[in-house]
């Protein structure tokens, strides 16, 4: 089986599945410029322009999860966790009015987790 580049913890899919409800179809995108800067933030499917060089590295909770390049490469040889804490971040996140925030934790794989990773496509 191969192995996931993105997960998320059971606290995180609880309010991705309530955001669902509310808002239809999501994405994810992580970029790595303004606003939160590297935070994972949420947006309803087809209001974020996903870029031409976006890489789509996962799924979360039946959501596509996407990154910029400049931000993959920093962060490919890492999994990502996306948990869900407290506080409001200052991005245009779906969370952010629930007083929340998607936050992104990275380790390294195991050796044997980089023979099986997903391919990206």
């Known amino acids: 089986m191969a192995t996931a580049r993105v997960s998320a913890t059971p606290e995180a899919i609880e ?3 309530k955001l669902k409800k ?6 994810f995108h992580q970029s790595g410029g303004c606003c939160d800067g590297s935070a994972p933030m949420c947006f309803p499917k087809g209001e974020f322009m996903i870029g031409s060089r976006d890489i789509k590295v996962g799924e979360i909770a039946g959501c596509e999860f996407f990154m910029a390049p400049d931000q993959f490469e920093y962060v490919k040889n890492t999994h990502i966790t ?3 804490t407290k506080g409001r ?4 996140s779906l969370e952010i ?4 925030r998607f936050i992104a934790i990275s380790r390294f794989y195991t050796d044997e987790e980089l023979k099986n ?5």
Request: charged fraction near 25%; hydrophobic fraction near 50%; charge should be negative.
């Open 82 to 84: 996306i948990d869900i």
């Open 117 to 121: 990773l997903e391919e990206i496509v």
């Open 89 to 92: 971040g200052s991005s245009f």
């Open 15 to 17: 309010i991705i599945e």
């Open 97 to 100: 009015p629930l007083g929340l």
């Open 22 to 27: 509310e808002n239809g179809e999501l994405i």
